[in-house]
């Protein structure tokens, strides 16, 4: 709390030493009308949720595992915006606190070298015409040697330690990201999307490649070109129709 600059976001915390998931208390919280901001933390979850059904490895003490409720006003189909506009608030505290200049593969991985150290899973809790709230669950992997990962990790995570050679200050970094986050929402809310778009193309190692993308039931190949005025990818395919995706997994071709 003593590094914490914001107004709203983090001004109330509930700290857990283990927990299965901090999306869970998240949930619970924001139906019982928890305020705007609140802040669910743990030391560990043991049963860390990732985007997709995945699992997420969430090892005690070693990185941030958190989920933030926001309350912004805005309708459904604006929510995957909030994604984005999360995405690029984690990457800009990332690069102030450690230096490093992470990537963003859409929607919100973040990546250092390829390798995944920052992961969002954002989830809703909507009336048909309104988002009641938006539980951003932030993973981060901060303090990890090499060997603290799963095998089946090794080769496609990391953590900020692992990238800069030395311990990095968790609650600095927890403060930082929540005040990019105030920042880039408020921003959001008064100017729209369109400067967060700006910040999210500048970090993206996606537009311009070829990918592909894979959805539940679809599989895409195509060139991605931007992302669209809601936050959705844009790929124009390889017949030359532009789609525009909410979500899948993509693979950067090469
Ligand atoms: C992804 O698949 O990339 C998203 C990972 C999100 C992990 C975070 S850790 C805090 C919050 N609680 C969870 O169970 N998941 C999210």
Same mark, same amino acid.
């Given at each position: 709390k003593k590094h914490l600059n914001t107004q =709203?976001?983090? &001004?109330t915390i509930h700290y857990y +030493? =283990? @927990? +299965?998931?901090t999306q869970f208390i998240a949930h619970d919280e924001a139906q019982n #009308?928890?305020? !705007?901001g609140t802040l669910i933390i743990s030391e +560990? &979850? =043991? @049963?860390g949720k990732g985007r997709m059904s995945r699992p997420w490895n969430s090892a005690y003490g070693k990185g941030i595992w958190m989920s933030l409720i926001v309350r912004p006003n @805005?309708? /459904?189909? &604006?929510?995957p915006q909030m994604t984005l506009v999360a995405a690029v608030a984690v990457t800009r505290a990332i690069e102030e606190i450690t230096g490093i200049h992470p990537d963003i593969k859409w929607p919100n991985d973040i990546l250092i070298n390829g390798k995944k150290v920052t992961g969002i899973l954002t989830e809703l809790q909507t009336d048909p015409d309104r988002v009641k709230a938006i539980i951003l669950g932030i993973g981060i992997n901060v *303090? &990890?040697?090499? !060997? #603290?990962? /799963?095998v089946e990790l090794s080769t496609i995570a990391t953590s900020l330690k692992i990238a800069i050679g030395s311990e990095v200050n968790r609650a600095k970094l927890i403060a930082k990201v929540l005040e990019f986050i105030e920042q880039y929402t408020k921003i959001y809310e008064t100017h729209g999307f369109a400067p967060i778009k700006l910040l999210w193309e500048g970090y993206s *190692? =996606?537009?311009?490649k070829q990918i592909r993308a894979v959805m539940l039931n679809e599989v895409l190949d195509g060139t991605a070109i931007g992302i669209s005025d809601e936050g959705l990818l844009k790929i124009r395919l390889d017949d030359g129709t532009i789609r525009g995706i909410y979500s899948a997994d993509i693979e950067i071709q090469k």
């Amino acid at each position: 709390k003593k590094h914490l600059n914001t107004q =709203t976001y983090g &001004q109330t915390i509930h700290y857990y +030493e =283990t @927990l +299965e998931s901090t999306q869970f208390i998240a949930h619970d919280e924001a139906q019982n #009308d928890a305020r !705007d901001g609140t802040l669910i933390i743990s030391e +560990e &979850q =043991t @049963l860390g949720k990732g985007r997709m059904s995945r699992p997420w490895n969430s090892a005690y003490g070693k990185g941030i595992w958190m989920s933030l409720i926001v309350r912004p006003n @805005l309708a /459904p189909h &604006q929510a995957p915006q909030m994604t984005l506009v999360a995405a690029v608030a984690v990457t800009r505290a990332i690069e102030e606190i450690t230096g490093i200049h992470p990537d963003i593969k859409w929607p919100n991985d973040i990546l250092i070298n390829g390798k995944k150290v920052t992961g969002i899973l954002t989830e809703l809790q909507t009336d048909p015409d309104r988002v009641k709230a938006i539980i951003l669950g932030i993973g981060i992997n901060v *303090n &990890q040697f090499p !060997d #603290d990962f /799963p095998v089946e990790l090794s080769t496609i995570a990391t953590s900020l330690k692992i990238a800069i050679g030395s311990e990095v200050n968790r609650a600095k970094l927890i403060a930082k990201v929540l005040e990019f986050i105030e920042q880039y929402t408020k921003i959001y809310e008064t100017h729209g999307f369109a400067p967060i778009k700006l910040l999210w193309e500048g970090y993206s *190692n =996606t537009v311009g490649k070829q990918i592909r993308a894979v959805m539940l039931n679809e599989v895409l190949d195509g060139t991605a070109i931007g992302i669209s005025d809601e936050g959705l990818l844009k790929i124009r395919l390889d017949d030359g129709t532009i789609r525009g995706i909410y979500s899948a997994d993509i693979e950067i071709q090469k």
